[in-house]
């Protein structure tokens, strides 16, 4: 079954840095466009990027433009957000998501349990 | 950017009751449009894509409708699970946009 697993959230302080990761399985990883969603205490979802399946193309939400790289290793099955800059609003749980197929225009068909990203 | 708006943004109900939420994008986004259930502490689940289309393994009771700029998710027999708050979420433009979200709980 499909299965997505985050890691790497943790407290850090304004300005730093941090790095968190998803490990897919049960699914071929390769084929699908991979996103982040992001969810700050008591708020709703926040899209904030996502990769093509060749991970040659990225897109980002205007809030983390330019401070956040999204990025792949398909032989590896891991997708990879690395956050710079960080502010205080950047604390949220951060989750990890499936596309459903080719395309952005697929919703996120399977998601992870997500790890939480306090900045402080 | 596509900004998506919700109604109500809470909602009380009871086991069986029918309910419906309401989502509304503020351009056309033709049927690119999916709802998103989600428990806390827990993932988020896809229920409904492409507006109408109900997502493989999720109940009958919730069904989706509406295109261009108006969308809405009914959940009809309310069961004690579906206590949750919803999401719906725009895959017209590349900049991708969730609702604020409706939280739906016991009346």
């Known amino acids: 079954q499909v299965q997505l697993v985050e890691s790497g959230g943790g407290l850090v302080k304004p300005g730093g840095s941090l790095r968190v990761s998803c490990a897919a399985s049960?699914?071929?990883?390769?084929?699908?466009?991979m996103g982040w969603i992001r969810q700050a205490p008591g708020k709703g979802l926040e899209w904030i990027s996502y990769?093509?399946?060749?991970?040659?193309?990225?897109y980002y939400a205007d809030s983390v433009k330019g401070r956040f790289t999204i990025s792949r290793d398909n032989a590896g099955n891991s997708l990879s957000l690395q956050m710079d800059s960080l502010r205080a609003d950047d604390t949220a749980v951060y989750y990890c998501?499936?596309?459903?197929?080719?395309?952005?225009?697929?919703?996120?068909?399977?998601w992870g349990q997500g790890t939480l990203v306090t900045v402080s | 950017d596509i900004q998506m708006t919700q109604s109500p943004s809470s909602l009380s109900a009871s086991v069986g009751d029918t309910v419906s939420i309401t989502c509304r994008a503020s351009q056309s986004i033709g049927n690119y449009l999916h709802w998103y259930q989600h428990k806390p502490g827990e993932a988020p689940k896809l229920l409904i894509y492409?507006?109408?289309n109900l997502q493989s393994g999720v109940p009958s009771r919730f069904s989706g409708s509406g295109s261009v700029t108006d969308f809405t998710l009914t959940i009809s027999s309310l069961q004690p699970e579906d206590f949750a708050t919803y999401y719906c979420q725009q895959s017209y433009s590349s900049a991708l946009t969730f609702g604020p979200g409706t939280k739906l709980d016991f009346k």
């Open positions: 492409a507006a109408s």
């Open positions: 998501a499936r596309m459903a197929g080719y395309d952005y225009k697929d919703p996120f068909d399977y």
């Open positions: 049960g699914f071929s990883f390769s084929d699908y466009y």
């Open positions: 990769i093509h399946d060749r991970g040659d193309i990225m």
